[in-house]
Structures are given as structure tokens and as C-alpha cells.
């Protein structure tokens, strides 16, 4: 005699932006001695069969009442997936059990939430972890609390991924963000304010805890404390997503007292929302143990307190830089001979290129040692120009194979004027070329050699008056409309 019994259990899986119910069915089949009418062990067969596409994996297998050949007591078959840390997979175990309907709604209910987790996009045994330690998400309230967190995410375009990563993290945030049902408008909230898709996954990503919080005592009081101290609306977002922590701040205890300070050491009032905008971190350090130690620093170096507000100004991410990091950087300025009143003025003149890795200082260091200055002789530019480090190795050979090549001049007369490096190849040093060499050639210029300096150096105002207005056409040429004239090159 062949018996078949069938159970279809609920399954989860993502499809067309939402999680989706569908129902797999598991088909039992299995042979009764004719003679005794009772299953045997060694001739039962199991088979399950699942919905094409099914992405959840069975944990426990619904119970199917059958007799044992030992006993007409009937029992319970069970099938059961466990992993086995030392084979590194799961291995299915058979066995005959005695629960109650109750216990097999139990685990079918397990079986559903797993599904659930799966589809979401945690790992099986990710899934399995979050279930033990939280036992709450085997709850069905738990699914139907979450849909919506998880159709509001979906509205803004950040999809399910964040949920994911919070219930691998922190199930017990998500505990409270569904418990505080505040998401909906926190998510429209920080749209409103500007923030697109990336940088409100940012926002999550950092600080999933903003979804617990209030809007009208958190979010709305951050936003207005951050346009009055001169954040711009438009900036916003960037400042938020860069520094979502501001978010839970309470200005008057954590923000206040550190603009407090920036003021205290020279930093402008009108400064203050350039810089918050351009490194928003900088106030998420602290004073005592990050800030201050590095202004000892500098002031040991020679640096006066009084000027710590114009570093600040110039390159706010100077106190969010690493101390060592810093230290190092001084070394290696100091090993090329920028020592005592140079290596003040790079810190207060050029402080932004502290912010290049020592590789790329190296690099640029060798790259000028390349093109024939002697260590002492790039010490001197970098006295004068110490950014000319931080351009590429195409942008600099490109200006010295044009001042060698095409304007007829020894590379090492850029050391009667290191500004040189600085300039623009295309929008100033071959413009100026350009016009000079069409003025010599129509004879508006004497025949003669012309410093470096009169060529590129002077203030486009002057550089207009002094020779571009020698002659109508000389605009032109200025302006490459003409840049074939007398065949002039460059």
C-alpha cells in the first residue's frame, strides 16, 4: 500500500522591488508492509519538493505521522538540516518524534521566518545566528512590522539592503526602530533637506540609529543650527551624509562649545560654515584629545597660536589628520631642508599639502630631481612653492618640455621664478607665449631676451595692458583665434 501526504508551507522571496509570499509544497511518500500496514524504517522514502526558484532553505521539514514497526504508537518522522562546523556543510538527520500540532505550527512558523531573512539577503547561517540571539524576528508581527520600513526604503530608491545590514549588525536597533515606528518621516525628512539616494545610504550606513530618532527634537533643531552658523542650504546633504552623527548631537553639550573654540583661536565667523562644509568631521572630534594636541605641535614648531584660525581657514581637515601621520610629514619636509621659517610658512601658507600621502610627496620630490635640479635646488622651489609636490608627474614634465622645447629656455630658469611650476599650462603659460612671440615677430617687442617673470608672472590686468593692447589683432592671437599668424608656435 502507497500513501502520499502533502504540506505547503509560506516562503519569502524578493521579486520586482518587494518580498513577495509564495507557498512550496512538500510531498511525503511512503510504503506500508502489506502484511503489518506499518511503515518501515529502511523502506520509507522522503521526497521534497520545492517551487522552482525557491531561495530559502528548510531548517526543520513539517512531521508526518506514521507507525513504527516496533510499536503501533504513531510517531512523528522529521527531517532536519544542521551544519556541521567540521565537514563545513549541513547534513540532513531523520528521526521520529512526538509533538504537538502546536510545536509543528512552531516550526513551520521557523521555517517561513528563515525564508524571510534569506530573501532579505542574509546568509543562511548569518540568518540562523540572528534567530537564536533574537528570537523576536521568528515572530510573523516582526515580518508584517518590517514591510513597511521596508516599502518606505524602497520610495526613496535605497532598496532593502540597509534593513540587511542593520539585522546582521544590530537586531536589536532594528527592535527599535520598529518599536518607534518613526523611519517614515525621518526618510522624507532628510529628502526633503536635499539629501539624495547615495547620500542618505551613507546616512544609513553610518548611522542607522537616526530612524529611532525624534523629528521635531533631533532632526529639525540639527538642520536649523546648521544653516545658522552658515551651511548652506544646497550643502546640506553633503554635510549630513558626511557627518550623519550630528543628527543625535545635543548642540549645546557636544557643538557649541567646539565652535566656541575655533573662534577663540582665530577663526572667523563668517569662516565657520566654509569650513564645517568643506571637512563637517571636524567637529565630531574631540578638543582635548585630538585638536589640541596637534595645535602643541605646531606651536613647537614655531607656529604662533595666532595663526592657527588662518590653518583652519585654508585646510580644515588638518585636525582630523593623525597626529603621527603629521609627524611624518614634518620629517619629511625637514629631511629635503625645509627647516625653521620655511616649514612655518608651508604649515600657514600651503597647510593642504599636509593632506598628500608621503608616497605622492616622494614621488613629486623625484620627479623634479629627474628633470635636473639638484636637492638643494628643488629645496629652493618648494621654499617658494611647496604645492608643486602635489601636481601629477604628466602635469609637471608637460610645463618644463614646453619652457625646454617650444619657448627655447634652460629648465633651471624657473629657479629665478619658481612660480612657474604653479601656472596653468593651457590656460596661461602657452596663451602668454603665444602673444609675446606674435609681438616680437611684427615688431611691436624689441629683439631681445624677456625674463620669465615679464612673460607668465603680472596679474592678467596688467598682462592685457602692458602688451595684449599693442595692437588689435594681439587679442586674437591671445585668445588662439589666431594662433597660426606669421607662423607663430605653442
Not at 539629501?195 to 527634537?217: D, N, W
Not at 529639525?220 to 551651511?231: D, S, W, Y
Not at 589683432?473 to 594662433?483: F, I, R
Request: hydrophobic share 40%.
Amino acid at each position: 500500500m502507497s500513501l502520499l501526504a502533502n504540506k505547503r508551507s509560506v516562503h519569502w522571496r524578493w521579486k520586482s522591488g518587494s518580498l513577495q509570499k509564495f507557498h512550496s509544497q512538500f510531498a511525503y511518500g511512503f510504503h506500508a508492509d502489506p502484511q503489518s500496514g506499518c511503515v518501515s524504517g529502511h523502506n520509507f522514502v522522503c521526497t521534497l519538493v520545492f517551487a522552482l526558484g525557491c531561495p530559502s532553505v528548510v531548517n526543520a521539514a513539517p512531521h508526518l505521522p506514521i507507525c513504527s514497526r516496533y510499536s503501533s504508537t504513531p510517531r512523528l518522522f522529521s527531517l532536519q538540516r544542521i551544519w556541521s562546523k567540521s565537514l563545513g556543510r549541513f547534513n540532513h538527520n531523520f528521526s521520529l518524534l512526538a509533538i504537538s500540532d502546536a510545536e509543528h505550527d512552531a516550526a513551520t512558523d521557523r521555517e517561513a521566518s528563515l525564508s524571510f531573512l534569506i530573501a532579505l539577503g542574509l546568509k543562511e547561517e548569518r540568518a540562523l545566528k540572528v534567530t537564536q540571539t533574537y528570537p523576536e524576528v521568528l515572530l510573523r508581527t516582526f515580518q508584517e512590522n518590517l514591510m513597511p520600513l521596508l516599502q518606505a526604503l524602497e520610495s526613496t530608491g535605497v532598496g532593502k539592503q540597509p534593513v540587511c545590514r542593520i539585522l546582521e549588525r544590530n537586531p536589536s536597533l532594528m527592535m527599535r526602530i520598529l518599536e518607534r515606528n518613526l523611519f517614515e518621516e525621518n526618510l522624507e525628512y532628510l529628502i526633503e533637506c536635499g539629501l539624495t539616494k547615495g547620500q542618505l545610504e551613507r546616512v544609513l550606513r553610518i548611522y542607522p540609529q537616526f530612524l529611532t530618532l525624534s523629528k521635531e527634537l533631533n532632526l529639525e533643531p540639527t538642520v536649523a543650527f546648521l544653516l545658522k552658523i552658515g551651511i548652506l542650504k544646497g550643502k546640506l546633504g553633503k554635510v549630513i551624509s558626511l557627518s550623519p552623527y550630528y543628527l543625535g548631537y545635543r548642540h549645546e553639550i557636544t557643538l557649541v562649545p567646539k565652535l566656541q573654540f575655533l573662534l577663540s583661536v582665530g577663526v572667523k565667523k563668517e569662516h565657520l560654515g566654509k569650513i564645517i562644509t568643506e571637512q563637517p568631521s571636524i567637529l565630531c572630534h574631540s578638543i582635548t584629545e585630538n585638536i589640541t594636541p596637534k595645535m602643541n605641535f605646531m606651536e613647537k614648531l614655531g607656529v604662533e597660536r595666532k595663526r592657527i584660525g588662518e590653518i583652519i581657514t585654508r585646510y580644515p581637515a588638518i585636525f582630523t589628520t593623525n597626529i603621527e601621520t603629521l609627524k611624518q610629514k614634518v620629517e619629511f619636509f625637514e629631511n629635503k631642508g625645509l627647516v625653521g621659517k620655511e616649514l612655518v610658512n608651508l604649515f600657514t601658507l600651503h597647510p593642504d599639502i599636509l593632506g598628500r600621502s608621503l608616497d605622492s610627496l616622494e614621488a613629486g620630490y623625484e620627479v623634479l630631481k629627474s628633470i635636473g635640479f639638484s636637492g638643494s635646488e628643488v629645496c629652493d622651489i618648494l621654499k617658494g612653492h611647496p604645492t608643486v609636490l602635489s601636481c601629477t608627474e604628466s602635469t609637471v614634465r608637460q610645463k618644463f618640455d614646453f619652457l625646454v622645447n617650444i619657448m627655447n629656455r634652460p629648465a633651471k630658469e624657473v629657479l629665478k621664478f619658481t612660480s612657474f611650476v604653479t601656472y596653468s599650462l593651457e590656460g596661461r603659460i602657452k596663451p602668454r607665449h603665444r602673444v609675446f612671440s606674435w609681438l616680437v615677430s611684427q615688431g611691436l617687442l624689441p629683439q631681445r631676451e624677456y625674463a620669465l617673470r615679464t612673460i607668465i608672472g603680472g596679474s592678467e590686468k596688467y598682462f592685457r595692458k602692458r602688451f595684449v593692447n599693442l595692437h588689435p589683432l594681439a587679442a586674437s592671437v591671445y585668445e588662439g583665434e589666431q594662433g597660426d599668424i606669421q607662423g607663430v608656435s605653442g
